[in-house]
T-cell receptor, first 114, second 106 residues
Framework: NAGVTQTPKFQVLKTGQSMTLQCAQD?????MSWYRQDPGMGLRLIHY???????DQGEVPNGYNVSRSTTEDFPLRLLSAAPSQTSVYFC?????????????FGPGTRLTVT | GESVGLHLPTLSVQEGDNSIINCAYS??????FIWYKQESGKGPQFIID?????DKRQGQRVTVLLNKTVKHLSLQIAATQPGDSAVYFC?????FGTGTRLQVFP
């Protein structure tokens, strides 16, 4: 299994541009989530999904959209990038929506917004 | 709101010594905690978890202790090795602490 994969690894955007961060898992996990990691802030939950067609907001959802059309894929969309969205983004998955806490993380996407 | 915090941003230990990384949480109703290890340039990796009905849990070279009275947990790494160098996070379910960087020197 490839586990959780993320693309791209690095991205530079200009303010106002849009883009989609890709995330996929091949473990048939129900639960998937997106975090951002900023220096001194730990990881903060952006959005999560308990299964295909179901998404919900986390702690810091503003400026981000998600969708879950398949079990495998959980893309994160930035509609109009802002410098405050400069961060490292991690996608994670876990086997069961009823116990989502043992999470497998992807390698991350480092995003810079200028 | 709920919070999870680690006591030291950086911990330096000599190879072969034991390491202890501490974490405090604020929610007395919290019942499940996880420790993650994050190596440079990688995503966090699950190490060990503990539920509130336990005081101690052991894995391979790691032990987690939970003190519910003072809302504190610790991760102990025995015989620390250079490969243990990383940032360690405690999490209260989906709420992460800020991390402690463990540096191992020869």
């Amino acid at each position: 299994n490839a586990g959780v994969t993320q693309t791209p690894k690095f991205q530079v955007l200009k303010t106002g541009q849009s883009m989609t961060l890709q995330c996929a898992q091949d473990m048939n996990h129900e639960y998937m989530s997106w975090y951002r990691q900023d220096p001194g802030m730990g990881l903060r939950l952006i959005h999560y999904s308990v299964g295909a067609g179901i998404t919900d907001q986390g702690e810091v959802p503003n400026g981000y959209n998600v969708s879950r059309s398949t079990t495998e894929d959980f893309p994160l969309r930035l509609l109009s990038a802002a410098p405050s969205q400069t961060s490292v983004y991690f996608c994670a998955s876990s086997y069961s929506r009823f116990n989502p806490y043992e999470q497998y993380f992807g390698p991350g996407t480092r995003l810079t917004v200028t | 709101g709920e919070s999870v915090g680690l006591h030291l941003p950086t911990l330096s230990v000599q190879e072969g010594d034991n390491s202890i990384i501490n974490c405090a949480y604020s929610n007395s109703a919290s019942d499940y905690f996880i420790w993650y290890k994050q190596e440079s340039g990688k995503g966090p990796q699950f190490i060990i978890d503990i539920r509130s009905n336990m005081d101690k849990r052991q894995g391979q070279r790691v032990t987690v202790l939970l003190n519910k009275t003072v809302k504190h947990l610790s991760l102990q790494i025995a015989a620390t090795q250079p490969g243990d160098s990383a940032v360690y996070f405690c999490a209260d379910k989906l709420i992460f602490g800020t991390g402690t960087r463990l540096q191992v020197f020869p």
